[in-house]
């Protein structure tokens, strides 16, 4: 039998192995009601995938699909959803859509739904009600992690090829709409002396109110971890892979209440660790506009990078490879990726609204998927060419992100990374949501040679300072590389399309890659 999924230290950084090997997923994530039936999936979602490269698929499996009836389990589309993986070849990340997803509790089952008393939702100041059941409500707690530990217990009995590999505990949880859970159990808890894990955690004792305009986010920040980590140890008791909790970001306005107060962005990693322990990482959804800070504030501390949901408009190629360049992210997955290749794409604008996410980061882009597919295909075939510059500290990444360019120095010389030539001047330009940005990675191959994939920026590279003299081209090619075979040359770039041998790299908007050898003029 295959061994478990499992995550790993090595070298002080948390790696994702499946099949007792490094694994990175260049994954999609699905619409929500995309495998809600394995008919839809079928008709609609394996022939638009097929063409992406992909080797992971990020998809949700619902408590009411499992439990409609309380205590009698249906696994029917759970087995139907693993068999159609095992034909296509790929791997999950399951999005347990239980109690919370978005701030809500839709995805609940009739029978949790009807018996508010015993199921009781979150109230807001006015004391109306919040259409989330409150993470307070250890009823509600208890019966999701016993709906998921009997989902994770089938799992393990099932799933012998091991094609679910990840699983998500719930979706962007928090209460929207107020800055905490005001209902009366709620606001007993509120009143009492906090718990002994908060005390440790906060340094201070006495109520939550102690302290201050911090409390009504910290006190759900605690209801929530705890909730989590009940639901995520029963289903590791069955079986036990990787878990994560996901994250809806903090934006402007930058309060709690208008995002999920509660939730795992990024200034509350450090409670979250501390209540729920079970819990493996945190990855971000991203839809803000400074992906490299987001990224980079999530990639600290111990956390993988590990991306569940991100746009999947153009500029999603760029940032994949700053994900792969800069954190070697064990996992990136553009939302809706059910819709690149059909170029169908189904907006909810009201929802959009609401959750503060621009309509236009949804418009299908032809490229999208051109771009996506070449750029998977391409990473796929150098991940162990990433893995040992990663080691080694041979891979560095750009991105642009309201800026001109950057400086980065190499073992043998620096390189001047400079943003948007292909829009016809230098300059920081506003980018429309259909353009993709600048980024990528160089990868040191040698002494003066490097391997370069990236979009939309052009490389000038120098002697290091006080070296004088310049660098020249001795050899540029572009090409593709082959994890076992190396560089495979395409073309031998000269002349116009090589700098007149000054070696000036311009890379076009479509990922390309460039094998360069330098020498130094003097």
């Known amino acids: 039998m295959k061994p478990i999924p499992e995550i790993r230290v090595t070298d002080g950084k948390m790696q994702l192995f499946v099949d007792g090997k490094v694994f990175h997923a260049r994954a999609g994530e699905l619409h929500n009601s995309s495998s809600s039936t394995s008919l839809y999936m079928e008709q609609k979602v394996w022939p638009a995938l097929r063409p992406l490269n992909l080797n992971c698929v990020v998809l949700p499996i619902a408590w009411e699909t499992i439990e409609p009836e309380q205590g009698k389990f249906d696994f029917t589309l759970v087995d139907e959803l693993i068999e159609q993986g095992k034909r ?35 109230r807001d100041c006015f004391q109306k009600p919040i259409l989330t059941v409150s993470p307070l409500c250890q009823a509600a707690v208890e019966a999701d992690a016993n709906a998921f530990s009997h989902l994770m217990a089938h799992i393990a009995e099932v799933d012998t090829e091991r094609v679910i590999i990840t ?8 209460v929207l709409g ?8 709620a606001q007993a808890v509120f009143n009492a002396e906090m718990p002994p894990e908060a005390a440790a955690f906060h340094g201070v004792t006495g109520p939550w109110s102690v302290l201050g305009e911090k409390a009504p986010e910290q006190f759900m920040v605690w209801a929530y971890a705890k909730a989590i980590e009940k639901i995520t140890a029963a289903g590791k008791a069955q079986y036990p892979i990787p878990m994560y909790v996901n994250a809806w970001l903090e934006q402007h306005p930058d309060r709690p209440g208008l995002y999920p107060s509660g939730g795992p962005v990024a200034k509350q990693l450090a409670p979250w660790r501390a209540y729920a322990p079970s819990v493996d990482f945190f990855g971000p959804d991203i839809y803000v506009s400074v992906f490299r800070q987001t990224v980079d504030e999530y990639a600290t501390d111990g956390n993988p990078l590990f991306i569940p949901e991100v746009r999947n408009s153009p500029d999603c190629v760029p940032f994949f490879l700053y994900s792969v360049g800069r954190h070697d992210a064990i996992c990136f997955s553009p939302f809706g990726i059910d819709d690149l290749y059909s170029g169908q794409t189904e907006l909810d604008e009201g929802l959009l609204a609401q959750l503060n996410i621009q309509a236009s980061a949804f418009r299908s882009d032809p490229r999208t998927w051109q771009m996506l597919s070449s750029v998977y295909r391409q990473v796929g075939d150098m991940e162990e060419l990433i893995e040992e510059a990663h080691k080694e500290g041979r891979i560095h990444a750009f991105l642009e992100e309201n800026d001109l360019g950057c400086m980065i120095p190499l073992k043998d010389c620096d390189v001047r990374v400079n943003y948007h030539v292909n829009s016809g001047y230098m300059g920081n330009r506003p980018l429309p949501d259909t353009d993709p940005r600048a980024g990528g990675f160089i990868i040191e191959l040698g002494e003066m040679e490097y391997l370069i994939i990236g979009t939309d ?8 300072c006080g070296e004088g003299g310049f660098l020249a ?9 082959k994890d076992g075979e190396g560089f495979m040359t395409v073309r031998v770039l000269n002349g116009d399309e090589g700098g007149h041998g000054n070696c000036r790299i311009n890379l076009s908007a479509f990922p390309t890659q460039r094998h360069i050898k ?5």
């Not at 999950?92 to 739904?113: A, H, M, R």
């Open 88 to 122: 296509e070849g790929m791997r999950y990340v399951i999005l347990w859509f239980g109690l919370w997803k978005n701030g809500t509790s839709t995805y609940i089952p009739g029978w949790v739904k009807h018996d508010q008393e015993t199921y009781f939702m979150v």
């Open 167 to 174: 699983m998500q505990i719930e979706n962007e949880i928090g």
């Open 178 to 185: 107020a800055e905490r859970d005001f209902s009366p159990q």
């Open 457 to 464: 920026a052009f490389l000038e590279f120098y002697p290091k």
């Open 473 to 481: 081209g001795e050899r540029i090619e572009e090409g593709l590389w």
């Open 518 to 522: 330098l020498y130094l003029c003097k």
